[in-house]
Each structure stands twice: as C-alpha cells, then as structure tokens.
C-alpha cells in the first residue's frame, strides 16, 4: 500500500488520459455543476452568511479548497476556527478566508456549520456552540457518531447532516456517505450533497446501512492498493523501471474501472 501514493486526478491525468474520463464517469464534474448547485442550494450570491469549518484538519482543509476551486463557495465565504490560530492565520493570509475568534463567534456567523473535529469532540463542541447556532445546517465530519448521539445537542431550529467520507476525497475521487434524520429538509440534505460533490461522489443512505457502506467505501481500498502494488513489484523485479511500471499499473487500473461504468 505504500507504494503507490493518493491519487491526485489532475496529476494522474498527465500520467494517462484515462484519469480524467473516469473522473467524469463515477464523480460527473463539479465545475459544471458549481452554477446550477448555487442558484438550487441557496450557495453564492443568494447565500445567507459563510460556511464554517469547526476544526480546519486535512478533510476539512481539502473541502474547503474544492468548493473554492468549484466556484460553489470561493474562501471570502469561508470561515474556519480551531485550536491552531498560527495555522489559521496562515491559511486566512494564503487564501483569504476569515478566522473566526472562536467557535461561538464562528456559529453566529454561519449558515452552515462543518465539525471537523475528532469525533470524542464532537457532542461537547455542539453544546459550546448551540446557542449561538440559530437555524442552518451542521454537517458532521465524524467517524462513528450517530445521528441519536448528535439529536439532542444540535439547535432545534438547525438540520442536522452525518456524514462519512474516505480518505480518496483528499485526491478530489472521494465516497461520501450522508444520511439525516426526519426533521431535517431536503433542501438542506441537497446542500450537504452539493459540498460533498467537490470532492467526489455524495450517496444519501439510511444510517442503519453505513456499516456496511463504510465498509466498502473505506476498508476496501486498502485492498486496491495492495492489488496496484504487487504487479509494480513484479515489473521492476522483471527489468522495468519503478515509474513507468507505476504509470502503466495506474492506467491499467483506471481503464478497467472504466470498463465496468
């Protein structure tokens, strides 16, 4: 699995023309999408207040820099607050977004609010910021915290959204499981579809099917890059250099995923 690193579409797209097709095929493309998810969602101009990252770690980071890139919501509508303030700061100063003073000032100033923290965190940062949080969406980021868990320490006025990404949304070809309760309206389950769809694919699915879902989404590409590694292996032991052997397994596993669209 070491072997072969993330992949980057864009970057894997100068390895081979594959990439970007079945980029396309599994994920459609968010750039097309931007306008239309602005004007349906309530993104954009007809956005109400920024969205707020509740903790700023990797997944939060890379959402936040593909809406941005998509055009859905660029980083003068961002907000992000979390215990590094050195790290905030330099990325307010490098993209522009807006560091709020702390968590409660961050929820008085958005209309949706990303938990980006671990998920022991979770319930004791949305009692911090629940009266400050009136109406809106809180999307959770956090891995094995369900929705009962999060019900009764949200806004009553606010929607709530769980969700479940793996890590192949760091290279823009994420999973993203979502899932809500009743009280929350479709609308703002179409919200949480179109942030997530920055980085990759977005299923709406009952909870009680995450497991298995997460399963698959998560577990099983620690499978792929064992099944990538072994014939790089194999071809450098058999003379090939390691970075063609590494391009030719990557556009072998790209057109065969195409394949089965």
Not at 55 to 82: E, N
Not at 92 to 108: I, M, S
Not at 163 to 172: I, Q
Request: aromatic share 4%.
């Amino acid at each position: 699995a070491k072997t072969l690193t993330a992949l980057d579409p864009d970057k894997v797209g100068r390895l081979c023309p594959a990439a970007r097709l079945i980029t396309k095929a599994l994920a459609g493309s968010p750039r097309k999408q931007s306008a239309d998810s602005n004007l349906r969602h309530g993104f954009g101009d007809k956005m109400e207040s920024e969205l707020g990252f509740l903790g700023y770690g990797a997944m939060s980071r890379d959402i936040s820099q593909r809406l941005a890139d998509s055009g859905i919501i660029p980083f003068d509508r961002q907000i992000v607050s979390g215990r590094d303030r050195a790290k905030l700061d330099q990325a307010a100063w490098e993209k522009g977004l807006t560091v709020a003073d702390n968590n409660k000032d961050l929820a008085r100033r958005c209309q949706t609010v990303v938990l980006g923290v671990k998920p022991a965190q979770v319930i004791g940062v949305m009692d911090e910021i629940r009266d400050y949080f009136h109406g809106g969406l809180v999307i959770s980021l956090a891995a094995g915290v369900t929705l009962e868990a999060m019900g009764s320490h949200v806004s009553p006025q606010a929607g709530l959204v769980r969700s479940m990404p793996n890590v192949a949304a760091l290279a823009g070809g994420g999973t993203t499981l979502i899932c809500a309760p009743p009280e929350t309206d479709e609308a703002q389950v179409e919200k949480a579809r179109d942030i997530f769809e920055s980085v990759g694919i977005c299923l709406n699915l009952p909870e009680h099917l995450f497991d298995a879902a997460g399963a698959v989404s998560g577990s099983v590409q620690a499978y792929f890059f064992e099944i990538m590694a072994n014939p790089v292996r194999v071809a450098v032991r058999l003379g090939l250099p390691w970075a063609e052997a590494r391009r030719l397994v990557i556009n072998t596993a790209l057109g065969s995923a195409l394949l089965v669209t």
